[in-house]
């Protein structure tokens, strides 16, 4: 029986099924990313990844620049780049870290938390209108459960951790 993907696509054997599932995992995420950025950007005056600094601050505060960096799989600089384009804009603040001189704790100041509260509707909204009109509930909850584990064992074996 020759391997498919979803929709009836053939595979080209494992290979065929490896690059397909890749291209329909990067394309879905940059889809998805550009269409809350869209309404993000019209709805608040910010974009994605200035929601998910917000969302991440509001859920861990007094967190490191190292810290986000880390549960977003990027650089360092990048993050403290983010992080300043936040604090230029009012929405967070760095503040001297007692236990490390050489990094800071970040927090939301007012109005990041009241940007992020408004925002946070915004975000869950579209993606529920983004993947509910196409996902029945069963389906929604097995790629959740599916990317969860995927996640999960990629952050275990440190695969895609940047080195800088």
Known sequence: MEDTLDGGRPAAGPTGLFSELFADLVRC??????????????????????????????????CRVADIAAEFAIGVGATSKGIDRLEKQGWAARRPNPADRRSSLLALTAAGTRLVEEAQRTFTDTLAELLTGTLDAASLSAAARTFATLRAALERDRIGTPTG
């Open 29 to 62: 995420e940059t889809r998805l990313y550009n269409a809350l950025n869209d309404r993000l950007r019209e709805r608040h005056g910010i974009v994605t990844s200035q929601y998910e600094f917000l969302d991440y601050l509001r859920r861990h505060p007094g």
